[in-house]
């Protein structure tokens, strides 16, 4: 069992990362930003899914960062980096563009999303 004050210290170690993530790459996707948009085209989803999935995970980092929606941006991150994960395995491949960088990073959101659930679980909304 955690102490109260190490569980708070994970709990925002884990949200400031996942956040950070998110935001880089949500910002990235709503400002139209080469890769992003390249990504998205192949995919068949572009400019839709690039401005829907950017404004989610802009949306995530906000919710993160406020201690009381902590956990339901923990949850919208999550499933996010579920779908983008998906993508990655079933569309893209995971070294996309040759370079395996966005499917870690991916993985590493959702273990981060995952610790800020478990750690956000009693908090009271």
Do not use: Q
């Amino acid at each position: 069992m955690l102490s109260p004050r190490l569980r708070t210290g994970f709990s925002w170690a884990a949200r400031l990362f996942a956040a950070a993530i998110l935001g880089m790459a949500g910002s990235m996707k709503l400002a139209a930003a080469a890769d992003p948009v390249a990504l998205f085209t192949l995919l068949k989803a572009e400019p839709w899914g690039r401005v829907l999935v950017g404004s989610l995970e802009v949306l995530a980092t906000a919710l993160l960062l406020w201690p009381r929606t902590a956990r339901y941006g923990g949850f919208l991150g999550f499933f996010l980096m579920l779908g983008a994960i998906g993508t990655h395995l079933f569309r893209i491949g995971i070294a996309y563009g040759g370079d395996p960088s966005l499917f870690v990073m991916a993985c590493l959101v959702l273990v981060a999303t995952a610790i800020t659930i478990a750690l956000n679980r009693n908090r009271s909304s």
